[in-house]
């Protein structure tokens, strides 16, 4: 209000600055006054709209620099994590290659040991063939010297004989 009253009052002065004829000097004086009405009356109309905008850009300015800042830590907390992720990661990655490490050796002992009882069981169950083998050669070798004996008739053996070589073979 205070302001409409002032600008009432200044605008006769603007109207009749320039109503007389020049005589050669200079207008300053009405110019000035008439620019500082006008500067007055665009600060009343524009002021609280130029005030309303430069806080709301500021404002705006503010708000978008607070949610980078917040995407900021949200980044900075996500390569924390990732990083702490990463670091699990690379010693869970050294405990496996450890544990096959160990899980290989015991395995290749182990085949190994195996290996070596089959092969001993091999060893063994060769040498009882051999040994069976060796005594069917003998009884048929012996059984065929007997026939070649008994057909020639060159031993006579009785009974009782007979019997006394048969316990002595079984016991």
């Known amino acids: 209000m205070k302001m409409n009253y002032i ?16 005589d050669g000097a200079s207008d300053i004086i009405p110019r000035t006054i008439n620019f500082l009405i006008f500067a007055a009356i665009m600060y009343y109309y524009v002021a609280d709209a130029a005030k309303q905008w430069y806080c709301g850009r500021k404002n705006e300015i503010a708000t978008k620099l607070d949610s980078i800042q917040v995407k900021l830590k949200e980044s900075n907390s996500k390569k924390e994590n990732a990083l702490l992720k990463v670091e699990e990661a690379k010693a869970n990655a050294r405990a496996l290659v450890e544990t096959a490490k160990k899980e290989a050796i015991l395995l290749s002992d182990k085949i190994a040991q195996e290996a070596d009882a089959e092969i001993a069981n091999l060893s063994k169950t060769f040498e009882d063939r051999i040994g069976v083998e060796r005594r069917k ?9 007997l026939d070649e004996m008994f057909k ?20």
Do not use: H, W, Y
């Open 7 to 22: 600008l009432f009052l200044l605008a006769p002065i603007a109207l009749f600055a320039n109503a007389g004829e020049s």
């Open 152 to 171: 020639e008739g060159s031993i006579s053996l009785d009974n009782d004989e007979m019997v006394k070589i048969v316990n002595k073979k079984v016991a």
């Open 137 to 145: 050669m003998q009884r048929t070798i012996v059984c065929e010297v």
